[in-house]
């Protein structure tokens, strides 16, 4: 089956500092990816949708400066929480859209990043 | 705007069927979808339905659908412990988009010997 691979699992920062999480489809190319922000025994919000070659499309409440989206590729994009601080700490979550456009193509889903802001 | 609601947590015994309930409020909705989360882990979609479909199974899994209260169920039987899980529901369709799942906040299933 489709395989959707995140890096780091696990980060922990200094509050002030940037991180880079990368969300990779293995074995398809996926125009559309979605980041997920997981609060603990909360479910999964959008974040963002990502396209293949163009701007990322943001959740109402979501700042673009903030979390910074990238899909430079078929099989990669990156989410990166600018300047961290405590209250960024969650669990990310990305999921990678095997066809374009159909209705019933599947969201596959990533192993998730813990991302620790001290 | 959509919402979708689940109980939180259920306990069952090892052998016997588990039910987990949600509820949602598009009546829009085209899909309906149940995943299941591990500690640590991210999402594994399990099942999904269409809105148009009464029932669907697969194996131990079972899912009904009432359009009408806007209720979706997910039966697993004979539940076992690798079935310990968080179970989302979730929808999409011409409300959200196509493209937007609209998830529950899960319910933790706990398996008991």
């Known amino acids: 089956g489709a395989v959707v691979s995140q890096h780091p699992s696990r980060v922990i920062c200094k509050s002030g500092t940037s991180v880079k999480i990368e969300c990779r489809s293995l074995?398809?190319?996926?125009?559309?990816m979605f980041w997920y922000r997981q609060f603990p025994k909360k479910s999964l919000m959008l974040m963002a949708t990502?396209?293949?070659?163009?701007?990322?499309?943001?959740e109402q409440g979501v700042e673009k400066d903030k979390f910074l989206i990238n899909h430079a590729s078929l099989t990669l994009s990156t989410l990166t929480v600018t300047s961290a601080h405590p209250e960024d700490s969650s669990f990310y979550i990305c999921?990678?859209?095997?066809?374009?456009?159909?209705?019933?193509?599947?969201?596959?889903f990533g192993p998730g990043t813990r991302l620790t802001v001290l | 705007g959509e919402d979708v609601e689940q109980s939180l947590f259920l306990s069952v015994r090892e052998g016997d069927s588990s039910v987990i309930n949600c509820t949602y409020t598009?009546?829009?909705?085209?899909?309906l979808y149940w995943y299941k989360q591990e500690p640590g882990a991210g999402l594994q979609l399990l099942t999904y339905?269409?809105?148009?479909?009464d029932m669907k199974q697969d194996q131990r899994l079972t899912v009904l659908l009432n359009k009408k209260d806007k209720h979706l169920s997910l039966r697993i039987a004979d539940t076992q412990t690798g079935d310990s899980a968080i179970y989302f529901c979730?929808?999409?369709?011409?409300?959200?988009?196509?493209?937007?799942?609209?998830f529950g906040a899960g319910t933790r299933l706990a398996v008991h010997p």
């Open positions: 999921s990678a859209r095997e066809a374009a456009g159909g209705i019933t193509d599947t969201q596959y």
């Open positions: 074995d398809f190319q996926a125009t559309t």
């Open positions: 990502s396209n293949e070659g163009s701007k990322a499309t943001y």
């Open positions: 598009d009546s829009s909705s085209t899909y």
């Open positions: 339905i269409f809105s148009n479909m």
């Open positions: 979730a929808e999409t369709g011409p409300g959200g988009g196509y493209n937007k799942l609209i």
